[in-house]
């Protein structure tokens, strides 16, 4: 079972800058893509910013030019730097990580809360 473990959630001022992290466990299969996803309460959870394995990446319109998705070469690790937060960008924030080739998989992580304060 690919188990994912966040770090790096926190309650932060508007304008500041939080580093999210994700690393699974139980595979020696590189997932691909990985992803952070949010949910913000009362919506619905939505992607944030995805990385193959390749390195290609894709944002969310609301955060491109302020989040940057990141992975380590050849390891299941990926981080979201957040710059510029926003209120809205208050959310429980979840790392994914997918595999479409056998042996296939998807794995969510618990969730870590991230506040932004006004």
């Known amino acids: 079972q690919v188990r994912l473990m966040e770090s790096g959630g926190g309650l932060v001022q508007a304008g500041g800058s939080l580093r999210l992290s994700c690393a699974a466990s139980?595979?020696?299969?590189?997932?691909?893509?990985m992803g952070w996803y949010r949910q913000a309460p009362g919506k619905q959870r939505e992607l944030v910013a995805s990385i193959t394995s390749g390195g290609s990446t894709d944002y969310a319109d609301s955060v491109k030019g302020r989040f940057t998705i990141s992975r380590e070469n050849g390891e299941n690790t990926v981080h979201l730097q957040m710059n510029s937060l926003k209120p809205e960008d208050t959310a429980v924030y979840y790392c994914?990580?997918?595999?479409?080739?056998?042996?296939?998989?998807?794995?969510w992580g618990q969730g870590t809360l991230v506040t932004v304060s006004e």
């Open positions: 139980g595979t020696i299969f590189v997932a691909n893509p």
């Open positions: 994914n990580a997918q595999r479409v080739l056998p042996p296939r998989f998807e794995s």
